[in-house]
């Protein structure tokens, strides 16, 4: 638990170097309207990809029960 801690309140300082400069290099006004712009568009295209994914499945496993309850109901055998 110490060395979390120690590493945690460490870690700022090392990162920070070049007089607080990150890696990206200088930020600006038009940098961080793209970034802004970067996450309006990544976020909802993100939930309607996972959401289309899901719906996949839905529909995977409904035709499963389908078929399931389908070969329940059946009298089959000899």
Same mark, same amino acid.
């Given at each position: 638990? *110490?060395?979390?801690?120690?590493? $945690?309140?460490?870690?700022?300082?090392?990162?920070?170097?070049?007089?607080? %400069?990150?890696?990206?290099?200088?930020?600006?006004?038009?940098?961080?309207?793209?970034?802004?712009?970067? *996450?309006?568009?990544?976020?909802? $295209?993100?939930?309607?990809?996972?959401?289309?994914?899901?719906?996949?499945? %839905?529909?995977?496993?409904?035709?499963?029960?389908?078929?399931?309850?389908?070969?329940?109901?059946?009298?089959?055998?000899?």
């Amino acid at each position: 638990m *110490l060395a979390l801690t120690t590493l $945690l309140v460490t870690a700022a300082p090392v990162l920070a170097h070049d007089g607080g %400069e990150g890696l990206y290099g200088e930020t600006n006004d038009q940098v961080v309207t793209n970034a802004g712009f970067i *996450l309006i568009i990544f976020f909802p $295209l993100f939930v309607f990809v996972v959401s289309m994914i899901q719906w996949r499945l %839905e529909k995977r496993k409904d035709a499963r029960k389908a078929i399931a309850k389908k070969r329940a109901q059946s009298p089959g055998g000899w």
